[in-house]
């Protein structure tokens, strides 16, 4: 059992209900979208790895940050269809651990321990099909839904996509959040509160620390 790495990086959460805590991030290389917006193009394709680690090697790494809190991304993570299995054997030694997904791929065999960071595309990614629906069987409220949105279509479907879906039955986190230099945070503010959406507005702390194209942060 190996992974393709792109990065593993130990820095604070810059976005989410746990947003500012320290985290260490494990970003697997491979995606099988391509977001219009995409922030992390270099971690797009499979063969574009920086080095592969065995399960072993991965957990010693790991282990090496003396950080609880550990966020698996991408890239699509769960392109890798071992890491159900390792996630598990993590949270078995009491990590906290979460998962960035777009939901295009079945995460049903992922321990109801791990945090879902679900992130469904709006029209403006040119992903809006994306989703696989049956996942909706597999959110628990410990999980977090996000929809990363660019313009005015992008809340209307999100606002229809948390009524269709049930959304907040769910989880109990929804999020949304802005695109940069697409759409100005308080136009999206003002949708929220126009429209009474019980989520949460947020932009991305990383971005606004260290700035917008800046890798392991």
């Known amino acids: 059992m190996s992974f393709k ?16 805590k320290p985290c260490l991030f494990v970003r697997l290389q491979g995606c099988n979208l391509r ?13 574009k790895y920086s080095y592969i680690l065995t399960e072993n090697e991965l957990e010693n790494e790991i282990k090496r940050y003396k950080c609880n809190f550990i966020e698996f991304t991408g890239g699509e993570p769960l392109l890798s269809p071992e890491l159900p299995n390792f996630l598990n054997n993590l949270c078995n030694e009491n990590y906290t651990i979460a998962i960035e997904t777009n939901g295009s791929i079945d995460f049903s065999t992922l321990d109801k321990r791990i945090i879902k960071i679900i992130d469904i595309k709006c029209p403006e990614s040119c992903e809006e099909d994306s989703f696989l629906l049956s996942n909706l069987n597999f959110i628990n409220k410990n999980d977090e839904i996000k929809f990363v949105v660019a313009s005015q279509r992008d ?12 959304l907040s039955d769910l989880c109990n986190e929804i999020i949304i959040s802005p695109v940069g230099n697409t759409i100005h945070p308080k136009d999206v503010v003002k949708y929220i509160l126009d429209n009474n959406l019980n989520v949460r ?5 990383h971005k ?6 800046v890798k392991g942060v």
């Open 208 to 213: 606004i620390i260290w700035g917008e194209n």
């Open 5 to 20: 790495i792109n990065e593993i990086f130990y820095s604070i959460q810059g976005e989410g209900s746990r947003i500012g």
């Open 201 to 205: 507005f947020q932009v991305q702390l």
């Open 155 to 166: 809340l209307e479907f999100t606002k229809s996509k948390i009524s269709e879906y049930n």
């Open 35 to 47: 977001c219009s917006w995409c922030d992390t193009i270099y971690a797009q394709k499979m063969d």
